[in-house]
């Protein structure tokens, strides 16, 4: 490919007079009376599109006086320091090659003009073209490839855990099944019962909803991994927080307790934030501009503070003394809602904070107990702004205390032979947590709702493309 | 966590003398007469354990006495060099501390003998413990990392497509089916066939079998993407090749003709193995000892040399031409078979080689077709040892072609409107290519199964953990 990416030129990469190619598509185009048209092209590389100046001596002009948003073309010429306000060059250009027309320009779905979100995602395949989702698009990426480069750093391995999952141990009541049986003529056991021996998988079979007790066994033998892939939820939640299908991001660190991961989500969060301010600074300032005004600033306060740590016990005793009035009352023993979590993050603490050590009957079997028989070491990380961002914990190592807990919660201990095998073999102090990248992804560019913030998103009612 | 991993201690990042602490599993332990214990401790962070030094002096020798292999076990003590064989430091240990211990070590399925890859397969759980797997999993991390560093560093964006698919345009018959319709009591319409709409997403829904579809959409305004994620495949395929779930790594660009792909191809290809050679030697050294005695050589080879390129319609002329006896014969038009493409690859051009221009009636509707009117822009990368590792195609980016194409294949234009739709407004030529990520680690571990290079293998019959 000889042509250059748009935000080589931009960033002037490239030297002042050298011939370049550049190939993109249209976003807007202005003619002059003098005859000169300009055409400001984009290519995906950068938040902000090239102008290229192209002169009515070239043999097509009349093709390029016909350019309409959306065109794609290969411009070929000089490339200059722009005079044009808020550009830093532009292409005197020699050369515009047409390479595909929009057919009826005026019902082009991704006219120039401003169209509402809901729009765009009814359009999800061709919605990368706008200036908003191509920059949510950067920046998604950008948290991507730093969450892989921080863990790479750090000795981590990326562990692909199963997507599809027969075990039963990951409570199946908001699972999707996955199944190749002809619906029409359901194999049968005498008994009239489905006969799953039949399936594909000679049982039932699920999508995972978590990789964290897959996670376990790797950080069992390798000390520290992370998971990075799709789990799902069939939850009936129409809300600008959940999505069927979304990635998630679990560390699981042999060796480590719950100081030690709120430590590694609080890093890991740094880092990554820090990499998007500094690699997609363009793509933040349009977020800042046109969606959430402190979408830059609240980024640089968060890498800057100090996380805040407050034991549930305590932070119930904050709310419970605040003036704040709540819709949800507090108590020590139920679960924290978003009201209560975001007025600790925003308006006691002013800081990001971790909320350690909750009551044992609110959590899951796998967390560990503490000393005082009523907590267990579990943690979420709490943010100004957009409330819990991750979940986490110290997990049960000891296997008599883990049977208990099994048992008091009438779960079978056959069905978590592996897992209780982990704690029979060389059992270890360990801890992780989940991060929802989608949720991620949201907070950074202030975007209130993760159905923009990946490509295709997968609700109740709605799997299209 | 105030421990250091082994493999900076071996490494030699740490200095002599300095006192360390290490935290890993017992590979094995060996007493000496004069009242000395060596311990050999992994901890994943690298293939070789470190040697602990333990003399008797401690306060819980006796412990240290009854450890076996699997134990987990702080270590710590001063750093030293080794004057034994193979090791360059060791730690002349003055605390072990006993995290866990394995309970009834006669029946601790990862005992230090050797296991059968069978064996382990049915331990997944347990097997990362063992060197092989170990190594395996260090070098897919490895590979993973490289894969995702070389998009990022050449300007491509990771877009994650839609692992759930309600799309028609898949080819439904190996899909699996996502639903969560009760199988007891499916909802009927009127003429009693499945209501679907009454299912989780309002129709049918499966597993998707390639991202490239949704992958030319963002194509077609990012210009350079790449996805790494899962997909499914419902076949009952009992070979060493297939997994029902496997990842994929699928790039797709814009402005690219075959040429360009097939470029991308090799610079990524060689990209991730210089990667694995020079950042996983000793898990390398594992394999050419252990596992396939050419795992380093034949690395070594395919990033020097040039990759080869030939038509189909040469390579055909080639095979027919030669005095190789071949199972299946070969003939203009039909598709090649791994014994001939091995041929190709291993005995005609001794390198990997590049088969383009496939004929159109063995090739998917989407491929670009030539100006002959016969074959199709497709390319697929063959290596020497392993076979095809790559399939790719320039798409067809014209309107009327793809459209006759369709119809001439008996489609549902209908059913590719937004596929269309990007031949429609602003079309590009783009091209891209899938590369199924675990027959790329068996390939450069020289593990012979692809479901001994993935934590947890689903094949028909078998989605345990």
Chains 1, 2 share one sequence.
């Not at 002169?55 to 070929?76: F, H, I, M, Q």
């Not at 141990?169 to 019962?193: H, I, W």
């Not at 029979?424 to 949201?442: C, D, N, Q």
């Amino acid at each position: 490919m000889s042509h250059l990416a748009i935000s080589e030129l931009l960033k002037g990469k490239v030297a002042v007079d050298s011939q370049v190619t550049i190939k993109g598509w249209i976003r807007t185009r202005r003619d002059s009376k003098a005859g000169i048209s300009f055409l400001a092209v984009h290519d995906g590389s950068c938040f902000d599109p090239i102008q290229a100046v192209v002169p009515n001596s070239l043999n097509n002009y009349d093709e390029v006086t016909r350019l309409t948003a959306g065109c794609s073309v290969s411009v070929t010429g000089v490339l200059v320091q722009s005079a044009g306000q808020g550009q830093s060059y532009e292409i005197q250009a020699n050369s515009v090659q047409v390479l595909g027309w929009v057919e009826n320009p005026d019902s082009y779905p991704m006219s120039a003009k401003r169209h509402s979100i809901e729009y765009l995602r009814e359009h999800a395949h061709l919605r990368p073209r706008t200036n908003m989702i191509g920059a949510v698009t950067r920046v998604r990426n950008c948290l991507a490839q730093a969450i892989h480069r921080f863990y790479h750093e750090q000795g981590y391995y990326w562990i692909s855990t199963p997507i599809i999952t027969a075990s039963d141990c990951e409570g199946a009541g908001e699972m999707f099944r996955v199944s190749t049986l002809d619906m029409q003529n359901l194999p049968r056991t005498d008994k009239g019962e489905i006969d799953y021996s039949e399936d594909f998988f000679g049982k039932e079979a699920f999508l995972t909803v978590s990789g964290q007790l897959n996670g376990e066994t790797y950080a069992s033998a390798m000390s520290k991994i992370y998971t990075f892939g799709p789990t799902f939820r069939a939850e009936n939640s129409n809300t600008s927080r959940h999505l069927a299908e979304f990635w998630m991001v679990e560390p699981e660190v042999a060796f480590a307790d719950l100081e030690d991961i709120a430590k590694l989500a609080e890093n890991m969060l740094k880092y990554v934030f820090k990499a998007v301010l500094e690699e997609r600074r363009d793509d933040m300032e349009f977020f800042a501009q046109r969606v959430e005004k402190t979408a830059i600033t609240r980024l640089e306060e968060f890498v800057e503070k100090d996380f805040a740590q407050v034991d549930y016990t305590d932070a119930v005793e904050i709310l419970k003394s605040c003036d704040k009035k709540f819709e949800y009352a507090v108590e020590w023993g139920v679960d924290l809602q978003s009201e209560h979590e975001r007025y600790l993050a925003e308006e006691h603490f002013k800081a990001p904070v971790v909320i350690k050590n909750y009551p044992r009957d609110i959590k899951a079997f796998y967390m560990r107990q503490n000393e005082d028989g009523k907590t267990v070491a579990a943690m979420d990380v709490v943010a100004p702004g957009i409330g819990e961002i991750i979940g986490g914990s110290q997990r049960e190592e000891r296997l008599d205390v883990l049977d208990a807990r099994l048992d008091e919660m009438g779960l079978n201990k056959e069905d978590y032979s592996w897992y209780r095998d982990l704690r029979k073999y060389g059992s270890v102090p360990h801890s992780g947590f989940g991060l929802g990248f989608e949720r991620l992804v949201a907070y950074v560019t202030g975007m209130g709702n993760v159905r923009d913030v990946i490509a295709f998103p997968r609700t109740k009612g709605s799997a299209t493309y």
